[in-house]
């Protein structure tokens, strides 16, 4: 049994209004930052955290309101909505002893999938999942993934190959520190990510409050080609 959630996902907020204004996006991204992290403190690593499998339940006056054309869907902020992380279909042990689904060696959704991911390595730690959560919050301040090609082998590569463009370059509303926050954690070595769902939770909130935060500019790692291993291993791809 699972709780039902009436209202809709992250990916039809975006289509519906564009990107979010940055402090909301942060106040949302921060709260699911915190499910995540409690789902690491219980063992678990989601492995295919994405804007549409983030639910947002409203609050009941906020959904009547929507029905009947009195409030504009696209209109909604983080206080009329509680996000709810679903589908964890492709989740597995932290620890690698079990898996909930049998898949390919590459598994996940090309667009959020951490570089480690999209190689096929078996030895993922909550660091993938942390970088979801950073193309998540990518996405809300510019309205589209930070990577994305017509395939996905072509994705996946650019995942493993490129650098994203930087947020304020796509959205030149978002602050220089909220960017920084943002691409620590889609950072390519996992060890220069945030270390934890919940430390990029705290930056987050420490942003929003105007206190100081732990991100810095990083310098980036260029990652080695491994295009033989993507094509081998996209049967499992979501």
């Known amino acids: 049994c699972m709780e039902f959630v009436g209202g809709w996902t992250l990916t039809e907020r975006v289509r519906a209004g564009g990107p979010l204004p940055p402090r909301d996006a942060a106040r949302l991204v ?9 789902a690491h403190a219980e063992g678990i690593l989601h492995r295919d955290l994405k804007p549409s499998n983030i639910l947002l339940r409203a609050e009941s006056r906020t959904v ?18 509680t996000p709810k992380v679903s589908d964890f279909g492709l989740a597995k042990k932290i620890d690698g002893s079990d898996s909930i689904t049998k898949t390919g060696a590459v598994v996940g959704t090309p667009s959020y999938m951490a570089p480690e991911q999209a190689a096929g390595r078996k030895d993922l730690t909550p660091a993938a999942d942390v970088y979801a959560l950073g193309a998540i919050l990518y996405e809300l301040l510019t309205g589209r993934p930070p ?10 590569l650019l995942v493993l190959e490129q650098e994203p463009v930087p947020p304020r370059h796509l959205n030149p509303m978002v602050d220089r520190e909220l960017e920084l926050i943002c691409l620590k954690c889609l950072q390519k070595p996992a060890d220069m990510r945030y270390p934890s769902a919940a430390a990029l939770a705290a930056d ?5 409050a105007g206190d100081a935060t732990t991100a810095t500019a990083a310098p980036t790692a260029r990652p080695r080609r491994r295009r033989a291993v993507v094509a081998a291993g996209v049967c499992g791809l979501a």
């Open 30 to 38: 921060a709260v699911i930052a915190r499910a995540v992290a409690h």
């Open 64 to 81: 009547a309101e929507v029905e009947s054309g009195l409030h504009d869907f696209s209109a909604l902020g983080p206080y009329d909505v």
């Open 147 to 156: 990577f994305q090609a017509a395939h996905p082998v072509d994705t996946m």
């Open 204 to 208: 987050l909130e420490a942003w929003l």
